[in-house]
């Protein structure tokens, strides 16, 4: 379903595409989906599901003693992600945004809601900076945008060595300039060393 | 075909667009309410897809034009930035059936529908460039900074057009002017400047 919305988008899709692609038995994808929006809810679930898990990680979890604050951590994974599996991600960040039906459109916009909070959380902690929810959708508008034109320009595993723009942009409303352009420095400093 | 007839055209394909949907489009309609035959419509664009895109072209560039005379105006770049999101933002508002195809409608089409819409907002990021030499960092700044500020204005524009809010849209400029300036000033600067608008308006 996510290879087939990257290529021809999701109002051209269909059950047949899907199936012939997945390689399964039209009867295989009826037991498993009522039709092609609900196969499509259930890969960009997927995803999402993904996206908040890597997230949720610690930086003690993954790659200790590689420079990176956890917040960093938690930016470069979810970049990692979207570089391994582009076809989710647009799925996610541009069909069900501009393409798909009004079911996509709330989920996108609900884990639109979850992501912004959190992104809120991450550069502020748990008390919040008296930035408003507009200002952390704002912000997490940044960071799509930037994902989208990657994507869309077929560079989706160069996102990874933008983790200093990302990270610049997730915590600048949050934490003042000063701090944001410290921690993109030392997010640039570790791209540099790992060469991703 | 003159072009008189080729503008109303254009706008009329994207009124179908917005108002049927991309599947139920009826060509011959906005035909007939532009005065073009089915031969000089099919001279001068083949088929409905490429008059659709002909139509996102010119709306593209006339909302470019919009905000790109706004900046154009004279005193800091702060205020340059307000005056061109004013600009836009009342566009948009007075238009709000072509905003909703300038964002979602022609986009969501297909890919290739899609790229020309990530296209129309690189076209946007010269106008917010000068905010590195105005906020005395430079290439301080990480290098996608004019397209993080862009992009987070567009989220919230976005956003309200999705959910019908068009109309809105210009009480809304102090928020979009913030959500702009703050990559390149940092919110103590930009929440002033914000204030600045907001008090102003």
Known sequence: MAQSCATVGYRATTVENVTELAGVERER???????????????????????????????????????????QVQVQAVLELVATLPAFAQLA???????????????????????????????TGANGSGVSTLQARASLGALEALVRRELTAGRAERLPRLLPDFVYAALVPFVGQREALCQARQAARVVLEEGT | MNAIQRKTLLGEMLEELVQRGYG???????????????????????????????????????????????????????DRVRVGLVALLEELAARPRMAQALTRSFPGIRPAAYERYVALLSRFEPFVHEGREYSGLGDELPGEVELLAVGAAEA????????????????????ILFSVLVPFLGPDRAAEEMRTAAAAT
Request: hydrophobic letters at 40%; a negative charge; one cysteine or more.
């Open chain 1, 29 to 71: 994808f009826d037991a498993l989906f009522t039709g092609k929006e609900d196969c499509a809810l259930a890969a960009f679930n997927k995803f999402v599901s993904e996206t908040l898990a890597r997230l949720s990680i610690s930086a003690s979890d993954r790659r200790a003693g590689n420079g990176l604050d956890a917040e």
């Open chain 2, 24 to 78: 139920e489009i009826s060509v011959d309609r906005a035909r007939e309410v532009a005065g073009v035959s089915g031969e000089e419509f099919r001279a001068e664009f083949g088929g409905k897809d490429e008059c659709l895109f002909a139509a996102y072209e010119q709306l593209s560039e006339e909302v470019v034009q919009v905000a790109g005379g706004g900046c154009e105006s004279g005193g800091p770049w702060p």
């Open chain 1, 93 to 123: 960040c541009v069909e069900a945004r501009h393409g798909g039906t009004a079911r996509l459109r709330a989920a996108y916009d609900s884990a639109s809601r979850v992501l912004a909070l959190m992104m809120e959380r991450l550069g």
């Open chain 2, 156 to 175: 919230i524009i976005f956003g309200e057009v999705d959910a019908g809010r068009t109309k809105g849209l210009p009480a809304m400029m102090p928020e």
